[in-house]
């Protein structure tokens, strides 16, 4: 099954990768560990989980502005979230995703957190602000094409991983 | 948001990668705030420059921005940085670190940024104009503009007072616009302030009372510079307050806020640590020539006792010029340390063990970062107690 949301595009770039779902506002300083992509603000929801090729979704940033660059090593890395959703984004964490070309939506027409669940996979379209979510099922929950197969349906391609 | 031809093109990558992300990310501060255009800045106060906070995150960042040959095109002063440029060494600071702070520095002299490394720009040449419109990060510094110099600036991050300065412009929402800037709340002071410390605990008071305000401080007294800058660093400490009023009458009946004794000692009891204090620090925001000259007269011909340290911090432009000053400071036992402050140097590194400040947001931050002990202190403890 198939879900298209729209949203608004705030880092303008496109990603794909499966949703992990927090409730709580995120510190990328503090909060994860830039070396591995893991979650290490032990307060947090999703505390040792990582957040690797992901599609990471939360209300929205807090904390210091170093989370901005904290989000660019995560890309130098190659340990970064495939995009970021969150219900309304503030400066720190856009300026991480424009820094690190990450895409980045926010005010979506449906609450991201109470409807978008841990394991969906998600095509994140910062351009157009779009985000198309495809639900795991038996039928789906082994398709290793769908990521090529949803890809090559995108007009843009680029930024698409 | 709207956007002109040109900067459309810097939009698209016309001017290269390093304007295309400048704007790419000043169009997504207007976009999230809903501003309208961007509009032309006179200066930028850049935040963020410490190898201690932003670490080598930011100092990779940082130094291949400054490669993309990214130039900053107004005005453009740097906060302080995570060492003395000169005397590190005396400070504990270890080779390594100070090759990743001066990394640091470089990716911004590179940039065209004056390497001021002070959080008080007004004091080294940084004066907007009344009315002007400014990009400035670093909460103490935006506040004394707002208020003080009649400037106009948001409460801008590091990153986003670079791109800033590096377009010369930012997006035209909040305390760019005037309707933004009326009080919306009277604060009424019932109680005498004298020193900097007694305006320090206002400020903070009001911003843990009111944190998301614009207060009319009703019948302030007894103020200078020096006083308006303790006040403006710890309002944007406990709050995020990033404007008050103080002068002139205002037109419209405000909700009310009346701040007494008792009020502030509360503040004065948060801020407190028990054990004694081994390190005095002097200068967040950075003293003023006139703070200097002032502590320099109350110390001449005594002598620190032995196992305490008094350290004051300034600019390096303060420092140059009070420097006669500075001697008679050295000579009773202080020191005096210019371009970062005990904020944002590891102060862990003094090997002292309880830092004790006039400052609100001084103590506020050693003690929630540091790993030292914090305290309060008036200024005439400081010289009747630690003195012989």
């Not at chain 1, 957040?51 to 901005?68: A, D, E, L, N």
């Not at chain 1, 820094?99 to 449906?110: N, R, T």
């Not at chain 2, 009111?210 to 019948?219: A, F, H, L, T």
Request: charged share 25%.
């Amino acid at each position: 099954m198939e879900f298209i949301y729209k949203g608004r595009g705030i880092s303008k770039f496109i990603g794909e990768g499966e949703a992990i779902v927090s409730k709580k506002p995120f510190s990328f300083f503090g909060g994860v560990d830039p070396k591995t992509g893991i979650i290490i603000d032990k307060n947090h929801d999703l505390y040792g989980e990582s957040i690797v090729g992901k599609v990471f979704i939360f209300p929205k940033g807090k904390g210091s502005t170093v989370g901005s660059y904290i989000i660019y090593q995560l890309k130098k890395n190659k340990k970064h979230p495939s995009a970021i959703i969150n219900k309304e984004s503030e400066p720190i964490i856009a300026i991480g995703c424009i820094i690190a070309e990450i895409p980045l939506v926010d005010k979506l027409e449906v609450d991201p957190i109470s409807n978008i669940k841990n394991g969906d996979y998600l095509i994140v379209d910062g351009i157009n602000g779009i985000v198309r979510r495809i639900i795991k099922n038996e039928a789906m929950g082994n398709d290793k094409r769908s990521s090529s197969w949803l890809c090559s349906h995108i007009e843009n391609r680029k930024g698409c991983y | 948001m709207y956007l002109t031809k040109e900067e459309e093109k810097m939009l698209d990558g016309e001017y290269g990668l390093a304007i295309q992300k400048a704007i790419q990310i000043l169009v997504a501060i207007g976009d999230i705030f809903e501003a309208e255009y961007l509009i032309n800045i006179e200066s930028a106060q850049i935040s963020g420059v410490s190898y201690y906070n932003i670490g080598d995150a930011g100092l990779e960042f940082l130094e291949e921005f400054s490669n993309l040959n990214a130039k900053v095109v107004v005005k453009s002063t740097l906060n302080p940085c995570g060492m003395d440029l000169d005397r590190w060494r005396e400070m504990g600071i270890d080779q390594e670190y100070y090759e990743k702070q001066m990394r640091i520095i470089k990716a911004f002299e590179k940039m065209g940024v004056e390497i001021t490394c002070t959080c008080t720009p007004y004091f080294v040449g940084n004066i907007p104009r009344s009315g002007s419109h400014i990009a400035w990060s670093e909460s103490s510094a935006v506040v004394f503009a707002n208020s003080v110099l009649n400037a106009k600036t948001n409460r801008e991050g590091g990153p986003s007072a670079l791109a800033s300065a590096i377009i010369g412009k930012t997006p035209y929402y909040g305390l760019h616009k005037d309707e933004n800037r009326l009080p919306n709340f009277l604060v009424k002071i019932e109680t005498n302030l004298k020193t900097n410390l007694d305006f320090s605990l206002l400020g903070y008071t009001i911003g843990r009372l009111i944190p998301s305000s614009i207060p009319y401080i009703y019948g302030l007294k007894n103020y200078d510079v020096d006083k308006l800058k303790a006040l403006s660093a710890a309002l944007a400490t406990s709050g995020n307050i990033s404007m008050f009023h103080f002068k002139g009458k205002i037109k419209d009946k405000l909700e009310k806020l009346t701040i007494d004794k008792k009020e502030l000692e509360i503040s004065r009891e948060m801020l407190s640590m028990n054990g004694e204090p081994d390190l005095i620090c002097i200068g967040c925001p950075h003293c003023s020539y006139n703070e200097i000259l002032y502590l320099a007269k109350a110390v001449k011909k005594k002598k620190l006792k032995k196992n305490y340290g008094l350290w004051i911090w300034t600019s390096k432009g303060v420092f140059l010029r009070a420097y006669k000053h500075v001697k008679i400071l050295e000579n009773a036992g202080c020191k005096v340390f210019k371009d970062t402050c005990m904020v944002v140097y590891p102060i862990k590194l003094s090997g002292y063990k309880h830092m004790a400040s006039n400052s609100c947001k001084a103590v506020n931050y050693v003690a929630s970062i540091s790993g030292l002990k914090a305290s309060l202190i008036e200024l005439s403890d400081v010289f009747s107690k630690f003195f012989e």
